[in-house]
Nanobody, 122 residues
Framework: QVQLVESGGGLVQPGGSLRLSCAAS????????AGWYRQAPGKQRELVAG???????TYADSVKGRFTISRDNAKNTLYLQMNSLKPEDTAVYYC????????????????WGQGTQVTVSS
């Protein structure tokens, strides 16, 4: 499994923006589908946005129109641009990747990194 390290989280006011980055350990990332996930206290981890190796994307209804997932395969990096942030977006955000799209959608990969904390509060 490709190893990934998340960064870019922080404290932001409601309505603000953050850009998360996810650095992959190897060039095999370019052939993997990938996703951003989040887990809020007391809740299960959920898929926020996914991107296929070819570039097509999918989003959770709660973030459509506000978040944008993208990838730069030359840099082995996945991004999540988050705009119009809301307090309910507060969570630990994780990235992951897999050769199978169904596994990315279900979030059933074995290894997970430390994630990056996003807190939306005034």
């Amino acid at each position: 499994q490709v190893q990934l390290v998340e960064s870019g989280g922080g404290l932001v006011q409601p309505g603000g923006s953050l850009r998360l980055s996810c650095a992959a350990s190897e060039s095999a990332f370019s052939t993997h589908h990938a996703g951003w996930y989040r887990q809020a206290p007391g809740k299960q981890r959920e898929l926020v946005a996914g991107i296929r190796s070819g570039g097509s994307t999918t989003y959770a209804d709660s973030v459509k129109g506000r978040f944008t997932i993208s990838r730069d395969n030359a840099k082995n990096t996945l991004y999540l641009q988050m705009n119009s942030l809301k307090p309910e977006d507060t969570a630990v955000y994780y990235c992951n990747a897999d050769p199978r799209w169904d596994r990315v959608v279900a979030g059933i990969m074995y290894y997970w990194g430390q994630g990056t904390q996003v807190t939306v509060s005034s």
